[in-house]
């Protein structure tokens, strides 16, 4: 079935370094591929996605390629800020009869100033 | 901009009561779904929604649950006799019909079954 591997958390980084948090996913077929942030208290926020290979998706500064070949869409950013201190999920939707998501187990990132 | 909102954001129940909670779509989506999340795992499906009925369910929505648009803003799921495993952060979302893949979430309602 369709599965989400995300680097195993927690992360924590300095202000100001460069991010990067892992996803590949197995699925039939070409999924959209998305990242969500869940901020401290708060709900899923779409962050970014990508529809078909070699697609970048972009916002906030937080980037992500869609790679058909190596089935992956890491995230990066390359200067963290305090405030992106949050969990981050990588999800794959494979559309077809119904678009239901499929994520992966999320990866906490923390900010030190 | 537009959001989608749940209510409320934290309910207590005793085992075997039923709850229901509430949401309120995107008003130009027309696709509805219910995630949870248990505590420190991943967000799981639990059902999607259009046109008035269920599209697709995963095996955790069982019996026990439904889901209902009672009018044309509100979308509920309810859990008939809660379980102590129930207990989980569930989230509402959705998405329009040209692009039913990027689903907006709600805030979540906190649900802890005693």
């Known amino acids: 079935g369709n599965s989400v591997t995300q680097m195993e958390g927690p992360v924590t980084l300095s202000e100001e370094a460069f991010l990067t948090i892992n996803c590949t996913y197995t699925?039939?077929?070409?999924?959209?591929l998305f990242w969500y942030v869940q901020y401290p208290g708060e709900g899923l926020q779409l962050l970014l996605k990508?529809?078909?290979?070699?697609d970048k998706g972009s916002n906030k500064g937080f980037e992500a390629t869609y790679r058909k070949e190596t089935t992956s869409f890491h995230l990066e950013k390359g200067s963290v800020q305090v405030s992106d201190s949050a969990v981050y999920f990588c999800a794959q939707c494979s559309g077809g009869s119904n678009y239901k998501l499929t994520f992966g187990k999320g990866t906490l990132l923390t900010v030190n100033p | 901009e537009p959001e989608v909102t749940q209510t409320p954001s934290h309910q207590v129940t005793q085992m075997g009561q039923e709850v229901i909670l509430r949401c309120v779509p995107i008003s130009n989506h027309l696709y509805f779904y219910w995630y949870r999340q248990i505590l420190g795992q991943k967000v799981e499906f639990l059902v999607s929604?259009?046109?008035?009925?269920?599209?697709?369910k995963s095996e955790i929505f069982d019996d026990q649950f439904s889901v209902e648009r009672p009018d044309g803003s509100n979308f509920t799921l309810k859990i008939r006799s809660t379980k102590l495993e129930d207990s989980a952060m569930y989230f509402c979302a959705s998405s329009a019909k040209q692009r039913q893949e990027t689903q907006y979430f709600g805030p979540g309602t906190r649900l802890l079954v005693l």
């Open positions: 929604f259009y046109n008035n009925e269920i599209s697709e």
């Open positions: 699925a039939t077929g070409y999924p959209s």
């Open positions: 990508a529809t078909k290979a070699d």
